[in-house]
């Protein structure tokens, strides 16, 4: 480790340029040579950070059709965890930009059902082999694509009432679905937009919420 660190100091400082350049060159080809994945799959997790940043920033489901793609290259539990890394990365971004227009009571309503949402999820995930997980992941994204699309035809007018019932509904099964297959974002945006949310708020709590939600889920994915 001493000697590795020498021979960087000496690459930036000018001695050993061909030398210390070669080193570098070999030194990032075996950090990522280190996960083991092929050329195709790290174009895939390029192509699902791109969608993730394009999703934090505005464009509600632009994972959808990735998710189901990453989970056949790599597997449904790490496929998870790839874009959950993805998306907290991105939650921090989406945080940076819409910090300040947070509904936290709509935050706070929805956590505790979320969070038993992620239990359930973790508690199937556990219990199921990787090929039902893919399956299970594959459904959870055509619900929510649909999810999507009824949302675009009704536009933003009122999907669901206020009750707590269905807050709790919507709770539940964003827990549940972002636990399995990070697939909550669907269920939580027709929530916030059944309650008229602007796009700054909707942004704002959205990145709040997401970010509470995945801090949640990275230790439950790491250790459990």
């Known amino acids: 480790?001493?000697?590795?660190?020498?021979?960087?100091?000496?690459?930036?400082?000018?001695?050993?340029?061909?030398?210390?350049?070669?080193?570098?060159?070999d030194n990032t080809m075996g950090f990522f040579d280190s996960f083991g994945f092929s050329d195709?799959?790290?174009?895939?997790?390029?192509?699902?950070?791109?969608?993730v940043g394009?999703?934090?920033?505005?464009?509600?489901g632009a994972t959808m059709l990735i998710i189901p793609v990453l989970a056949s290259a790599f597997?449904?539990?790490?496929?998870?965890?790839?874009?959950?890394t993805l998306m907290l990365t991105g939650d921090?971004?989406?945080?940076?930009?819409?910090?300040?227009?947070?509904?936290?009571?709509?935050?706070?309503?929805?956590?505790?059902?979320?969070?038993?949402?992620?239990?359930l999820g973790l508690a199937v995930g556990t219990y199921i082999n990787d090929a039902l997980f893919k399956e299970l992941i594959a459904i959870l994204v055509i619900i929510c694509l649909i999810l999507l699309i009824i949302?675009?035809?009704?536009?933003?007018?009122?999907?669901?009432?206020?009750?707590t019932v269905l807050?709790?509904?919507a709770g539940i099964a964003a827990g549940f679905s972002t636990m399995i297959g990070n697939a909550g974002g669907p269920i939580f945006s027709i929530y916030l937009l059944a309650r008229g949310f602007k796009k700054f708020d909707f942004m704002g709590t959205a990145a709040w919420f997401f970010m509470i939600?995945?801090?949640?889920?990275?230790?439950?994915?790491?250790?459990?």
């Not at 394009?54 to 509600?60: D, F, L, P, R, V």
């Not at 971004?93 to 819409?98: H, K, L, R």
């Not at 949302?151 to 009750?163: A, H």
Request: glycine content about 12%; cysteine-free.
């Open 92 to 119: 921090v971004f989406a945080i940076s930009f819409y910090r300040k227009h947070a509904d936290w009571s709509n935050i706070k309503k929805l956590l505790p059902w979320t969070m038993a949402g992620l239990l």
């Open 151 to 163: 949302t675009g035809k009704k536009g933003n007018g009122p999907i669901i009432s206020k009750s």
């Open 75 to 84: 597997g449904g539990k790490v496929s998870a965890g790839i874009i959950l």
């Open 54 to 60: 394009i999703e934090k920033t505005g464009i509600n």
């Open 40 to 51: 195709i799959q790290w174009i895939l997790i390029i192509i699902a950070a791109f969608l």
């Open 1 to 25: 480790m001493v000697l590795t660190g020498g021979l960087h100091i000496l690459s930036f400082s000018g001695f050993g340029t061909q030398a210390g350049t070669t080193h570098r060159e």
């Open 167 to 169: 807050s709790a509904v």
């Open 213 to 224: 939600v995945n801090l949640t889920k990275l230790p439950l994915q790491i250790f459990v």
